[in-house]
């Protein structure tokens, strides 16, 4: 996300970022490959066959919730809600969960799919609109730099108020009104 806005990974305690937990780095210290393996290939192959968060048991024994966020056919990140146990044979370091509190966990992975998958397809929208609003407003000041256009007529070619016209501008472009024609007159 554009700096100021929600969480960046930086804001993510390391810990919380890369499978560093105490019990994958036991288990790394010694099957690194298969940690690779399974991260890397099986779950992201597991994800765009199933789209919708799931549970995952990995080489090591540690049952996650897996939380895919695919768009257009694409995965473009992996979530991971974990890691605990559902039976006795798995890993005992791990804390036990009961399949009700397994089904709460999976609600939640379900609204956080939600709410990521929104939130890159609100960016995305957005930053396709800049893109066509950039433009317009361009082709507009082209068209019109030699009559010196004031900002009303831009508003009056975008179909918007003078006043969100002028905000437009500055959040498109980075620049006033008044500096963007002059910037297109050097």
Known sequence: QPAGEGTSLEDIPYQFRLHTSAFC???????????????????????????????????AGASEIIIPLII??????????GQFRETAR?????????????KEAMAVGVLLQRFFLYEVEHAIIVQ???HYRHTQIFRFLRRNIKEDPRLKELADDLGISISRAGHLVKEVTGQTFVELKMQLRM
Not at 30 to 58: G, I, S, W
Not at 73 to 79: E, I, K, N, Q, S
């Open 25 to 59: 780095q036991k288990i790394k210290s010694t099957q690194n490959e298969r940690c690779v393996q399974c991260d890397l290939r099986h779950v992201p192959q597991l994800a765009m066959q199933k789209y919708r968060p799931f549970v995952n048991r990995c080489h």
């Open 90 to 102: 798995q890993p005992t370091e791990l804390p036990l969960y009961s399949a009700k509190r397994v």
């Open 128 to 130: 396709a609109d800049h």
């Open 72 to 81: 257009r056919d694409h995965l473009v990140a992996l979530g991971y809600l």
